[in-house]
């Protein structure tokens, strides 16, 4: 490829904004009950039998509960979203987690954000119930592979070898 078609190809990368921050402006701009829809939707493509959107407030903080069959058990998560800008620190992990007793022994935390280093050592600390943690790259990933909301365009670029046909 000639140095002037690999600047095409940066330049237009450039100019246009990623498909990640694109889709995180998106969901970011999503009403609540939207996302947790969108995450009901998820966990039903990525193989979960049967999920439901709680919806209700007073929840404790659970948006939703899910059930994930992998091949003779069945296991109950619950789930909770957060369509965050920032980071999710541990404290909303410890509260998450709370939530959880007595319901479920598996946890999913959804966010358009990030998790900080604690809410991350938090969320696998030794003792506690895991939870299972689905940051805003992860997010698109996920939507991109389930083909929710994202479509990916394959295109056909010619390029021409001139020193090709030097060696007639």
């Not at 007595?102 to 946890?107: P, V, Y």
């Amino acid at each position: 490829m000639s140095p002037a078609a690999a600047l095409d190809a940066d330049d237009i990368e450039a100019t246009e904004p990623h498909w990640k921050d694109q889709l995180i402006g998106v969901l970011r701009a999503l009403h609540p009950t939207s996302f947790e829809r969108l995450a009901q939707r998820l966990l039903r493509e990525a193989g979960f039998i049967k999920v439901e959107v709680t919806g209700r407030s007073g929840d404790g903080g659970i948006d939703g509960i899910g059930v994930l069959r992998v091949n003779l058990l069945s296991f109950q998560v619950l789930f909770q979203c957060k369509r965050y800008q920032g980071s999710v620190g541990s404290g909303v992990i410890r509260d998450f987690r709370g939530a959880m007793v007595g319901r479920s022994d598996k946890g999913l935390l959804i966010t358009t954000g990030t998790f900080t280093p604690d809410a991350k050592r938090e969320a696998t600390r030794d003792g506690a119930p895991a939870i299972d943690l689905i940051d805003g790259d992860l997010l698109c990933d996920l939507l991109k592979q389930l083909k929710l909301g994202v479509q990916t365009e394959m295109v056909e670029k010619m390029v021409v070898e001139p020193a090709w046909f030097e060696g007639l």
